[in-house]
Structure formats: C-alpha cells, structure tokens
C-alpha cells in the first residue's frame, strides 16, 4: 500500500477507452477557450470605457468576465498542451492547485450568478430604491464575501482530499485533477469525504438555486402584474441566465454526486467540460453582447477609436 507522500506525480489520462480525442484538443478546446477570452476581454474593456455603465449590474457583470477567463484557464490550456506534446504529466502540488482553484472558480461562479439574479429582482421588483440598495460599497462586500466564501470551500475540500492514502493507480480519469477522480484511487475511506460533498453541494447548490428562482418567480409575478412593463424583455433577460445557471448546477452536481463504481470516463469528460467551459463560454453571450446597452457601448467606443486613428 502506498502513501500519499510517496505519489510525487499523476498522469491525466487523455483519451479514454481508445476514443480519439484529437479533434476536441486540437480544435474544440482552442477555439472555445479563445471566443471565452475574447468576449470576456471585450465586456470588461467596454463596460470599463464606458461611463453609463458604471452601475451595479455592469460590475457583477466585470467581475464575472474577470473570474470567467481565470475559470476556463486553470483546465484547458493544460489539457491542451499535454495532448499536443503528449506529456500527460502533473505534479502533486500541480494537481492539488488546479482542484483547489477549479472548486473555488466554480463556487464563486455560483455566488455571483445569484448576486446577479438578486440585483435584476431588484432593479425590476424595487426600482425606486434600486441605487439606494445596491450602493457601490455594498457591491463590493458582496463580492469579497463570495471571493472569501469560494477560498473557504476550496479549501476545505482540498484538504480533505489530500489528507487520504493512495493505493491504486497514478492515473486521473479526466482531462485535468478533481476530487472525484482521485476520490478512485485512494484505498482509504472516502465515506466522510462523499458526504462532506453531498452535505455542502446540497446547501450551497441547493441554495443559491433557490434564491435565483425566487428572484426570477417575482421578477415574473412583478412583471405581468403591470401591462405598462414589456414582459417579452424580462422573459429575455431572465431566462437566458436561468438556462446557464441549470447547466452549470446540472453537470457539476452530475460529475460531484455520481458514484465512483458506475461512472464512465467519457461521460465524466463531457459533463465536466460543461461545467468548467460552457458557462465562462456562454455568459459573455447571454449577459452582454444580447443587451442593447452593451451594443450601444461597443460601437460608441469603436467609433471613437476610428475617429481617433484617422486624427
């Protein structure tokens, strides 16, 4: 039986059952990893320039372009060079890094996806108070509280993890470190280790999940009560963000809660690109470049630029 201590490296198994894979690492994970970086550079430098959106919702919205493109880079990258030089190698320390930062992106990411339904419930439920709500120096403390709630979870789960012995295999069943593909080659028990998962992915998943449909719930009842209100644009605006927060929950909660006898390897990889890409993918989308403001912000500060150079 080998200890923990005696594992200095795993190797990230890069296509499982025989599949190729090439295609995805090559061309799928790229081109994905540099539209996220792209939209997200452009709604932070757009949201930045521009003066008019310097509100509540255009901070969550810079903080979650700024976490987005951090999310995204702590896996792909990695798993795009070691499939190109075929160096599937990752250091201990190595791995305990990207769990330790890929759980605290992804709760992060969660707490801000609820701020931001709990800021349009407000802006549309309590409009005459909205500023006076949501202050700048509230907004803030929201966000240090969800950076400083993400460290704590990660944190925990991390130290968790590696505190077990190793005893099977160095290989990780996934495209990059996380706890539920070590959690298969640990020969101690890992009972409190599933629990301390279900107990915390029920209560914070769980939660934040309840409080962004009830924002959405009187954000609708609000809006039909009042025929003056165009319902077409609150529809719009909240069902988009219900549909990445589903995906988000539905594929984390899917690759976190599975049991470690009955997953599959390639299901695992699907279900945690999903949660790991599609979001930081998606929300530039849904977010932003959909909304009229931001399109008027981008060709405002695009002709500026054009008038500029041609000066």
């Not at 372009?65 to 990752?90: E, F, H, Q, W």
């Not at 890094?97 to 992804?106: D, R």
């Not at 049991?259 to 599609?278: G, H, W």
């Not at 932003?288 to 500029?308: C, H, P, T």
Request: charged residues 10%.
């Amino acid at each position: 039986m080998a200890n923990a201590t005696m594992v200095t490296e795993f190797l990230l198994l890069g296509s499982p059952d025989d599949w190729d894979l090439s295609f995805l690492y090559f061309t799928v994970f790229p081109m994905t990893y540099l539209a996220t970086l792209l939209g997200n550079i452009l709604i932070l430098t757009i949201t930045t320039a521009d003066k008019n959106l310097h509100t509540p919702m255009y901070f969550f919205l810079r903080n979650l372009s700024l976490l987005d493109m951090c999310y995204i880079s702590i896996t792909v990258p990695k798993a795009c060079v070691n499939s190109l030089t075929g160096n599937r190698a990752i250091s201990v320390a190595g791995c305990a890094t990207q769990i330790f930062l890929v759980i605290f992106c992804a709760c992060v990411e969660l707490l801000f996806l609820t701020i931001m339904a709990w800021d349009r419930y407000v802006a549309i439920y309590q409009p005459l108070q909205y500023l006076l709500i949501m202050k700048p120096q509230f907004c803030v403390c929201m966000t240090l509280a969800s950076l400083l709630s993400g460290l704590l979870y990660a944190g925990v789960h991390t130290g968790n993890t590696f505190r077990l012995s190793f005893c099977q295999t160095n290989v990780v069943h996934q495209f990059f470190c996380d706890v539920p593909s070590l959690l298969k080659l640990f020969c101690s028990d890992t009972t409190s280790n599933m629990v301390l998962f279900l107990v915390s992915t029920v209560a914070i998943g769980g939660g934040c999940f309840t409080l962004i449909a009830m924002s959405y719930f009187r954000i609708f009842s609000a809006v039909l009560k009042f025929p003056t209100r165009a319902p077409g644009k609150a529809f719009s605006t909240c069902t988009p963000h219900i549909l990445v927060v589903s995906i988000f929950l539905s594929s984390g909660t899917a690759v976190y809660l599975r049991s470690a006898a009955t997953s599959d390897t390639l299901q695992d990889m699907v279900l945690s690109a999903f949660y790991t890409m599609f979001p930081p993918f998606l929300n530039p989308l849904i977010f932003s470049l959909r909304n009229q403001q931001v399109k008027d912000a981008v060709r405002k500060v695009m002709g500026r630029q054009l008038f500029s150079g041609k000066q």
